[in-house]
């Protein structure tokens, strides 16, 4: 009785992640043809939880602002600390100010910098996350939690394996990158050889907004601007 319960459960779960293939097919093409039209841009990664007077919140303000001053638009994951203060600082500044918006039980909601035209809601990470990547000309990553971690070692393991093109990845903030960049240095490449020494060249670690601006300039002086893949 029992061993037929689980067949008939496990068979219902395979008939439901059938379908959700259709909602995952809606959210990209969703995602495609809005960030298609959206023209070049650079994300800005952080955590959600960082408020208005934190300095990082305000770093990343300024940020953003000479970011579309410099000619690129802003993407955040539409929620309010870091990614508030990266939309605002594209509004404040006039420029494309783009939210990916994640439904969460938690901390997520939409803040009010984001362009109207270009909010787009996602319940899929993954779906998200290759927004990010086709459409960022670089990555900004502020502090942040779990989920900042994961958009940069993820936008990280793609540029190493070759699986998009090289785009600037710049951590803002020594005080909080610098014992992360330590680790990878000192236990990924010298202690066990998991990584190269050139991959270190990949990340950026930077405290000011003219650094970051700086970095952009100077990497798409010499390569176009196009979608990564």
Known sequence: MRKEHHHKGWNEIKTNDSWAIFKIMGEFVNGFEKMSKI???????????????????????????????????????????????????????????????????????????????KSLDFDYFFVRKVMFVKYSQGFVVMPGGFGTLDEFFEALTLIQTHKIGKFPIILVGTDFWEGLMDWVKNTLLDTFANISDTDLDLVHLVDTEDEVIEILDNFYKHSGLSPNF
């Open 39 to 117: 023209g070049p841009c650079v994300s800005i990664f952080g955590s959600a939880r960082t408020k208005p007077d934190h300095k990082y919140y305000q770093l990343a303000e300024s940020i953003a602002k000479k970011i579309v001053e410099a000619g690129y638009g802003v993407i955040t994951g539409g929620g309010p600390g870091i990614m508030e203060a990266g939309n605002k600082g594209a509004h404040l500044g006039g420029g494309t100010s783009v939210g990916l918006n994640i439904d969460l039980p938690f901390e997520q909601h939409d803040n009010p910098y984001i362009d109207p035209d």
